[in-house]
């Protein structure tokens, strides 16, 4: 199975950008699908964004679009997470996570079978 490793997260003030980092480990990264996933205190995991396997589809939470970018680069064995104008409310814990299926992008949570232990982002008003 892959192992998964974030880095990135951090204190920032709104409107800020962070990139999230997600180093993959184990079994081929190009195996699998990946996306992000995010969790708050208090409310359960919801998914970010998504890429397929190829990196030709790629979904967003409503919450993401126009504001993040997922990508992947299977030379590296990384996953990005490229976040702009972030808002208070994107504060949560981040995951990166792996799934099997690696064709196409199933945006939720649920469908994410590996994951890492989290980097935490929180942004200030």
């Known amino acids: 199975q892959v192992q998964l490793v974030e880095s990135g997260g951090g204190l920032v003030q709104a409107g800020d950008s962070l990139r999230l980092s997600c180093l993959a480990s184990?079994?081929?990264?190009?195996?699998?699908?990946m996306g992000w996933v995010r969790q708050a205190p208090g409310k359960e995991r919801e998914f970010v964004a998504g890429?397929?396997?190829?990196?030709?589809?790629?979904r967003y939470a409503d919450s993401a679009k126009g504001r993040f970018t997922i990508s992947r680069d299977s030379a590296k064995n990384t996953l990005y997470l490229q976040m702009n104008n972030l808002k208070p409310e994107d504060t949560a814990l981040y995951y990166c996570?792996?799934?099997?299926?690696?064709?196409?992008?199933?945006?939720?949570?649920?469908?994410?079978?590996?994951w890492g232990q989290g980097t935490q982002v929180t942004v200030s008003s």
């Open positions: 184990g079994r081929a990264f190009s195996n699998y699908g």
């Open positions: 996570a792996a799934s099997r299926v690696n064709l196409t992008v199933i945006p939720t949570a649920t469908a994410y079978e590996f």
């Open positions: 890429i397929s396997r190829s990196g030709v589809i790629i």
